[in-house]
């Protein structure tokens, strides 16, 4: 479920739609969680699907560490791509703001840890990176970790609005972490090895 204070908002003609901030979201805000009405399907019956289905689930989907595709329910699938993300993904299903993000503001995620099935050319927006492949995972995770424990202790002082879709348990060791009694797990725990990948 994506944060309550967003709205879908058309951006431009290149970009589309893209989820958009109507209030002041503060870094260490849980923006996203999975909850249980998104859809799981597996590749199994990705692959049977008919090519409509199959394309809309490469557009909107992204894919876990089973291989799995996840398909939001609500506006949380069309949280456009930045090299330059405004939220980060976590290794606990849910995704936190990494810097202050301004009402009008799109939230973004960078979808080179999304498990994408092919290379894509993004946006240029002046950075190094230009394509996001498959394996940006591997190869960024260092650096999306250590923006994520920038502000992870944030987390149990902000107000929350996503936190009763967190389970208790869950909670208790976010709030572990947040205190420096316990190690936080690295997003590379999301990598999806794809067998066509070197």
Known sequence: MIHPKTE???ISQE??????ATEFIPAGTITWVLDELDR??????FNAMDPIYKTILD??????????????????RFVNHSFNSNCLTT???????????????????DYGYLNITEPFEALDEGTERKIV???DLVNYHNVWDQKIKAVFNKIIDNEQPL???????????INRIANGKEE???ILKNYFKLENQA
């Not at 970009?15 to 958009?20: E, K, L, N, T």
């Not at 799981?40 to 019956?45: A, V």
């Not at 909107?60 to 609500?74: A, E, P, Q, T, V």
């Not at 290794?91 to 995620?109: M, S």
């Open 8 to 10: 879908l908002k058309f």
């Open 15 to 20: 970009i589309g739609y893209g989820v958009v």
């Open 40 to 45: 799981e399907f597996s590749p199994d019956t």
């Open 59 to 76: 557009t909107y989907s992204y894919r876990n560490n089973k291989g799995n595709f996840i398909l939001c329910w609500d506006n949380g």
């Open 91 to 109: 290794a606990y299903d849910f995704e936190i703001a990494i810097r202050d993000i301004l009402p009008g503001e799109q939230l973004t995620d």
């Open 133 to 135: 492949y498959p394996d």
């Open 163 to 173: 936190k009763p879709l967190i389970k208790n348990d869950l909670w208790l060791k």
């Open 184 to 186: 936080m797990d690295s």
